[in-house]
């Protein structure tokens, strides 16, 4: 794909390519639609995402089969408590040449790939946690002075068990605020439960077809960012974000209740980046509230921090964005 072509041509090549990608995963991987397309959003607005789920409903699936269809490198990281940001992010080495001279050489670490999975990353001390940090938001690690860019794209895929607590690590805002996704993994229905078994139980699982190549998907991510929103979207889409914060004028009472910390600006970004994508996947070449609407819980529930007093009463980001989503209209 050329940038010289016609925009229309351009996103009806995206919205084509979309579909051969989708159709791939399904031959990999059973149900789990919404999850999928998610995934599939965040590859072209080039964020990461934190998939929370119970451990079996196929989270490392779906992003290993991802990255087969896109072509793309991939690594995995289990996170453990011993683990060491030096086993992420790689370290410095004394090596021997050929003629016996000695020198410092850089040894990179998994994460110098195109999709990296971090599973159960929460189960990893903040250390270690803190070493994905710079790489998520300025692709490239830092190491003894010296700066290696990571490979582009670059996607962090982190998953999390929601019902452990004993020996985790909860991430802190500042890594949470970094996901453009927060994405909850629901478990099968029967009829899929049942295609899960017949699939895996029956003979070789299958993989993923790659549909995708690198050059493509860097083309497809700029030219997401070409379509435009125009202002009455974005300032509809703005006032709910605003309206996240306790000690903004048109917060409602839960949020004034609840809420200690609103959705930061890198919520709006998110948002309006996925909503980007779905136009494209529509045929469209602006921004509506209506493309907004799906991403509204993904891209924002964890970005806004409850009071303990919450919990108690048993109210959730989702139930308090849910509020705020359905009021959602152009300026």
Known sequence: MTEERPLEEQIQQ?????????????????????????LIAAVFADGHVLLEGLPGLGKTLMVKSLADAISLGFNRVQFTPDLMPADITGTTILASAPDGARSFTFEPGPIFTNILLADEINRAGPKTQSALLQAMQEREVSLFGRHYPLPRPF????????????????????????????????????????????????????????????????????????????????????????????????????????????????????????????????????????????????ALRHRVILDPGAALEGVTADAILGEIGTALAPA
Do not use: M
């Open 14 to 38: 995206f919205r084509d390519r979309v579909r051969e990608l989708q159709s791939s995963l399904r031959q990999a991987v059973v149900g789990q639609q919404e999850v999928i397309d998610l």
């Open 155 to 298: 996607l962090v895929f982190a998953t999390q068990n929601p019902i452990e607590l004993a020996g985790t690590y909860p991430l802190p805002e500042a890594q949470l605020d970094r996901f453009l996704f927060k994405v909850i993994v629901p478990a099968p229905t029967e009829e899929e439960l049942i295609a899960i078994a017949e699939r895996t139980t029956g003979g070789e699982p299958q993989r993923a077809p790659v549909v995708l190549a690198e050059a493509e998907i860097l083309a497809f991510q700029r030219l997401v960012r070409l379509i435009p929103v125009a202002a009455p979207v974005l300032r509809g889409v703005t006032r709910g974000v605003l309206a996240t914060r306790p000690d903004h004028p048109g917060a409602p009472a839960a949020v004034r209740r609840h809420v200690r910390h609103g959705v930061s600006p890198r919520g709006l970004q998110s948002l309006l980046l996925a909503a980007k994508v779905r136009a494209c996947l529509d045929g469209r070449f602006n921004v509506s509230i209506d493309d907004v609407r799906p991403h509204w819980l993904p």
